[in-house]
């Protein structure tokens, strides 16, 4: 737990420095301080997977062509597979967000998927691109298996702890 003097420093010296935001865990708790809010649409990716910096992603003079747009939330091919996965009696991991961000699932707009459903993953393969503040954040699997779920769709904002995907972890199942 997190000391309310302590987090009343934090703020002050976010605040009087350079830094936009400041994230600190500690004791299984996470506290991010922000400067500016977040921001609606996501940077879109360079062929290198970095973020097109210095460009805000509303301006109109970006020079990447925008990810493409999200999807009404509800079932989708991908999601569907929860159900059978439930009466093969398999035990999933779940793989869930460690931010708040912008889900991708290539390094660019043209590139292939990191993974998709059915492929089997090694621990400490990437599975997708976290976007976070104009940060790139590969998110790698913790285990060896197979992606039997992917829950979000390509470029879609996510919560902290939403589940992304689910693998069929060796052993299990």
Known sequence: MFDLNWIRQLIELVDESDIDSLEVSRFGSRIMLSKSPPIAAAAPLAAGGAAVSGVPASSSGATAAPPPPASSPGPTPETGSAAETEEKGEDLLEVSSPMVGTFYRAAAPDAPPY??????????????ILEAMKLMNELE??????VR????????????????FRIAADGAG
Do not use: F
Not at 141 to 146: A, F, M, Q, R, W
């Open 115 to 128: 993974v998709e459903i059915g492929d089997r993953v090694k621990k400490g393969q990437t599975l997708c």
């Open 141 to 146: 699997s913790e285990v060896t298996g197979v």
């Open 149 to 164: 779920e992917i829950s979000v769709q390509n470029a879609e904002p996510v919560e902290y702890g939403q589940v992304l």
